[in-house]
């Protein structure tokens, strides 16, 4: 087309704009953001190393091979995910609701706490059978976690106190609570942890089962990788076909219109909370259940919880994503280890969160290269 | 009333093209806006801009107000080329614009308003100087205004005349007033006009932006018209165009202006509002001893300037806010204080002012809107779970029954436009078959198709026998659909008109008028009756 009365400068030009998508991309498209994005994180991390002397390709091969590299450590990636996976869970739902739960590393904690004291009270006798001793401590791992979220929930709902504070400061109080009890009534011997549980108190794992499957020697993984994919699938469907899960996405996008479609806010505010205290408090359940197999603070309050918030983010809150973006920070974690303490490996999870991020921008907006003509 | 703008002087000087807008594009992301438009604009006149909803009308004049830059075109002022960056260059050569949501700071006052962004008071403030300055700029342009009164304590006029006040300070001499009556009541639409006379008096040039053509055929001296972002007039003298002509260059077709309405056969009572008191957001007193109510098979309308109880009326009523006294009546139950969700059991459909903070859920999908008072009850709850297939099937159908223009239904709504978000929730609350709904400003912003569609959907519940009840601030509109009219003012019921037939007459307007601004209907009679006498 020729514009001939149109005036505006005259050289050749390529004008990058960025606008605001009015249709939603396509399904797939999505999916190749956050690769394209985890690609460029690799790239950029890859520069840091060669600059901190290090040779980016060897680097990126050792922690490939240290979190995916055979069967053994594909399985502690695997345990490493796991407590991600149901702390995710638990961030997700609340947020959906736009509820700011930060707590969930104290829920995980409480219902660490909550399924030990089956234990440690006891509750049950030790020679109790596995399949009636981890139900009760999966229920008691969740009421425990759910008070906790329950407190939060009920002080927003009624007295509209601020959620993240309050989150945040029962995580402090769950750390403390669990450190009285370790320390003061069921130390062993003066150390800060409880004694061991008796074995059938602890979640089955794969190298149980070597004799039958010489495979499964030496693999840590336990039951509590099932418990979350089982959780995720749930909550999957109560978040996206329940009626529980639409008034929950209703009050999440737009709470005016959720109070005038009929929907009692308060009380679901502290519902959801209960359900998010609950998943986390099946994480701190399978964690202390599964691997550290005696109460102690150090390895439950590890920061699952706040790793959840991340996690739960990266996978849009959406309960299936969240199982393989908890295996890529299991992974990731597992194989900092290896290459170094801290320093480098956090500063590529750094990188790969940050990039991964920022592609979202793509997804609201659209890049348009436009080469002028005049 | 088209024939009171004789005042303004004629526009042949040697120079008669202040402002000149040749071949004006301006995209926005799938949408035209502006295509090749051309524009002129004569010193010392009022120029109306006329279009529908989404014509290109303000993106044109954010233009030349600087706020847009066009991707081609020029723009001439006084004959040279200008390239605006900013608003301030446009101010710089004498343009200027205020727009339909005014930016004032409410806590500070009109003086410290109009200085906000100015060099001139560089450090100290001293206050009472510029007060007398503005105050004296007030007078010679007609638009009184306290210098020292906080925005806050000022009606809506008055911060118009504030925002005017702003740009005659700044000095400019074109003026792109930005659909300045959707905010005003009648009589202070008239003062509006008042002081836009005074000011081409006095030099300055106005463009005057709306969609209504009425009040454009009134106060323009010329009219351009823009349709989908191409100009289908441009500076047409507007006396010697008719509105019909001006609606076709608008829409492209004839627009039907009366509607075909049965004569209405009201039933029971379904509707009893009982002398209710409520407060607004603030805490201060919205609602004072309010009293009306609606019969199945009939409209109500309710007219009244906006801010004068009506959205807290629609609250209490439908159950968003608390009724401090007195009763709502629904079919026989009280729903007052009770929840949302006892009003939507009890039959009633609420079309909130506000679509998109109230009315919907922006990011979810069309279907996950629509279900919104459905999804308790079968068909789409089956065994305790949502039943998708069920529930996109009845979307699909709303959309084919009430036209709403969308690829497919898992679209969200925050992409849909005015028109379209509002088929959605009227398809919502008609489809749940009302026995009563209330509607307030059903078609604020929409564009005249898609007005006439809602006027439609409103007739065929009355005809089906719901009860409406429906708050409005178009006259006109209220008019050509209420069988009763009530108008509101401060809290109160003014007083209650019948509208006989769809043709409204000027004395019943007139009535309606003082009643909206305080006169109740019963000393408006009386002193009828005493010039009859």
Redo the contacts between chains.
Sequence with gaps: MT?S????KKRPSIRIRV??????PPAWYPAVVSLGAIIVALILGGVLISFAGGDPIKSYQHIAKASFGDIGVISDTIVKATPIILAALACSVAFRMKLWNIGAEGQFIMGAFGASAIVLAPVLPAETSRWIFIPVMMVAGMASGALWGFIPGYLKAKFNVNEIISTLMLNYVAVAWVNFWIFGVWTEGGFQMSPKFPANANLPRLLEYAKTYPAFRGLTTHLGLLIGIVAAVILW?IIF???W??EI??IG??P?????????ITKNIIWVMMLSGALAGLGGMSEVTGVVHRLQTAPIAAGYGFTGIIVAWLAKLNPLVIIVASILFGALILAGREIQPSGVPKMIQGIILVCLIASDFLLRY?IVVERGEE | MANQTSSSPSPSRESPLIVEMRGIVKRFPGVLANDHVNFELKRGEIHGLLGENGAGKSTLMNVLAGLYRQEAGTILVNGEPKVFSSPRDAIKSGIGMVHQHFMLVPSQTVTENILLGLDDPRFFMRLPDYDSKIAELGEKFGLKVDPRAKIWQLSVGEQQRVEILKMLYRGVDVLIMDEPTAVLAPQEIEGLFETLRTMIASGKSVIFISHKLQEVSAIADRVSVLRKGVATATGVASKGVSRQELARLMVGRDVIFALDKKPSQPGEVVLDVRDIYSDNDKGLPALRGLSLNVRAGEIVGVAGVAGNGQSELSQVISGMRECKKGQVILGGDEVSNHSTLFGIQHGMAYVPEDRTHVGSAPNLSITDNVIMKKYRKPPILKNGLLDMKAATKLANELKQAYDIVVPNVSTPVRLLSGGNLQRVILAREISGLPAFMVAVQPTRGLDVGAIEGVHRLLLAQREAGAAVLLVSEELEELLSLSDRVYVIYEGKIMGEVMVVSGEPDEGLVDTIGQMMTGTPLAQIEKEGAAAHD
């Design positions: 514009e009365s149109v005036v505006t606008e605001p998508r009015l249709q939603e469907f076909r329940s009626r899960g639409y996405r209703l996008d737009n005016h219109a959720a109070k005038y479609a009929g929907i009692n659209r």
